[in-house]
Structures are given as C-alpha cells and as structure tokens.
C-alpha cells in the first residue's frame, strides 16, 4: 500500500524552479526543464499513464518543460 503522510519529508531534488500541488501529490520542473511528480495517482494525475502511486519525486519523460499547475477536485 500507500501510506500519505502530513510531516514534511525532505526530498533530493537540485535546481528546482517551479513547485506545484494538487491534493495529495507534487510536481516540480528543474532548471533543465525536466518534470517530476510523486504522491498520490488515484485518476493518474502524475503524467505516467497508469495509477501507482509513487512516494518519491519520479521523472517525467518530457523534455524543456516551462510551467505546471495542479488542482484537486472535489
């Protein structure tokens, strides 16, 4: 399983320049445009195509990312 916690979790990631949350995962792009997502993939909002969750920042294969948003619905 999955477990989601609420403290704060330290995550080793460089040359971050956007951050982005959604309910229950995160996204950042890097300096070097690249895209990584973790947390919750419920509706597969983590960009992979499938629904596992994942517990750390995993990359994206997109290339020359710019920006992100995320949301949440409810």
């Known amino acids: 399983g999955y477990d989601i916690s609420s403290t704060p979790t330290k995550v080793n990631l460089e040359h971050v320049v956007s951050i982005a949350c959604g309910g ?23 960009g992979f195509g499938d629904r596992k969750n994942r517990a750390i920042p995993t990359k994206l294969e997109l290339t020359n990312v710019k920006q992100i948003s995320c949301g949440s619905g409810g």
């Open 24 to 46: 229950y995962f995160s996204m950042v792009v890097t300096d070097k445009g690249e895209l990584f997502s973790w947390g919750d993939n419920s509706y597969g909002q983590l």
